[in-house]
């Protein structure tokens, strides 16, 4: 038996009546359909479903009668000797796969703060508590394969992009609030479950497929995650190698380091994401490759002058989270150093090989424009500490 155990006591309001719902709108159940469809599907599948309640055992049947000379079944709620006829029918729902009905209950126990069980033995319910039991060998396969539909809460992400959490596990569907509320016809190298506001249909399925795409694609570009972002953007993997990535309005600066990944790997990531890279180094910063932020990137070893010159900064406890560092081979750089948007230093590749003018770049360009207000004060600072290291 599966156990959807809940607090509280249960609303027979709830089995009786359409659209009645307690939940706000950030919530799976907030329809007020869901339960009546899971028993339709539960009792059209052979199922039981049994719901305690209280000193209340609430059991579910189908009757038959006719509308118009046509057959149809009906579903009576059963409390004790009492039968209640439900506004609806066995047909209600013919066309939801069997998984959902298993949704519904999850859905809203989750909702509710619960907890889902398999046993074979019986376990009681809870004071104060509402236990929804099912026997039903379809909704069982569900339950054992439950990664193929959710995301467990108590799952741990392998990273995040924007507003998108990663999951390891290859997947044909897309998840909104730990449930699989988009199937597609390819399969991602991994799952991925949407944090932002996604309008779904009262199938619980994202009304606009576009729209997942669109989710997807413009967050996967601000990875951060080397590992991640190398089988994402692999031509090994299958979804993602198809998608048309866009930098995401307003936050040109979160796809840095997507890019410093695509110079590393160069031919090993697929056509769609260097095209992208290549654009947005072309339209956006002006041919220039950057290599990371302050805070979180690894450098090659090609530009260890550049990670020297950055690493005094991190010394003197200044706030680089927002800041990129780029080197530029453009021929019509005047200066060693420039500032694009007050957060990208680029520096001109011909000093590259010049530990002291890159030093020199790095601080002019960090002190002169990017924070200039605290730059005379952590100059001194930086003197007063150099000038104690070479005086041991």
């Not at 149809?72 to 796969?97: A, C, H, S």
């Not at 992400?157 to 699989?180: S, W």
């Not at 360009?365 to 207000?373: M, T």
Request: charged share 25%; with cysteine.
């Amino acid at each position: 038996m599966i156990y959807f155990t809940t607090p509280g006591k249960l609303d027979e309001k709830a089995l009786k009546t359409f659209g009645l719902s307690s939940k706000d709108e950030s919530q799976i159940g907030r329809f007020g359909t869901g339960l009546k469809y899971s028993i339709a599907i539960i009792l059209r599948l052979g199922g039981t479903l049994k719901i305690i309640s209280g000193d209340k055992t609430i059991t579910f049947e189908a009757y038959d009668d006719e509308f118009r000379g046509k057959p149809y079944q009906g579903v009576n709620m059963v409390i004790g000797e009492e039968k209640i006829q439900l506004p609806f029918t066995l047909n209600l729902g013919r066309d939801w796969p069997n998984w959902t009905a298993y949704r519904e209950l999850y859905a809203n126990t989750l909702d509710e703060g619960g907890t889902v069980d398999f046993s074979t033995e019986t376990i009681p319910c809870p004071e104060n508590s509402t236990q929804f039991i099912v026997d039903c060998a379809a909704l069982f396969k569900v339950h054992f394969e439950f990664d193929l539909y959710f995301i467990s809460p108590d799952e741990t992400p392998l990273a995040e992009a924007g507003r998108i959490d990663i999951y390891p596990g290859k997947t044909n569907k897309v998840y909104y609030q730990g449930i699989a509320v988009y199937t597609s016809e390819q399969t991602m190298h991994y799952r991925y479950n949407i944090k932002e506001p996604l309008i779904l249909t009262e199938d619980r399925t994202a009304r606009h497929s576009y729209y997942v795409t669109d989710i997807i694609r413009k967050n996967l570009t601000q990875l951060v995650d080397e590992e991640v972002a190398k089988n994402v953007f692999s031509t090994k993997a299958d979804f993602e190698t198809t998608l048309e990535y866009r930098v995401p309005h307003g936050k040109e600066d979160r796809v840095t380091s997507v890019l410093g990944f695509e110079s590393k790997y160069g031919d090993a990531f697929a056509e769609n994401i260097r095209y992208f890279c290549e654009k947005v180094r072309h339209q956006n910063l002006e041919g220039i490759t950057i290599y990371g932020s302050g805070e979180d990137v690894q450098f090659a070893e090609e530009q260890i002058n550049l990670a020297n010159a950055i690493s005094p900064l991190r010394s003197l406890n200044v706030d680089l989270s927002g800041t990129s560092f780029a080197i530029s081979d453009n021929q019509s750089m005047k200066a060693d150093v420039e500032v694009k948007d007050y957060k990208i230093i680029i520096i001109k590749k011909s000093i590259m090989t010049d530990a002291r003018k890159v030093l020199t770049a790095v601080f002019n360009g960090y002190f002169g424009q990017v924070n200039p207000a605290i730059g005379p004060i952590k100059l001194m600072e930086y003197a007063l500490v150099k000038q104690r290291n070479e005086g041991k």
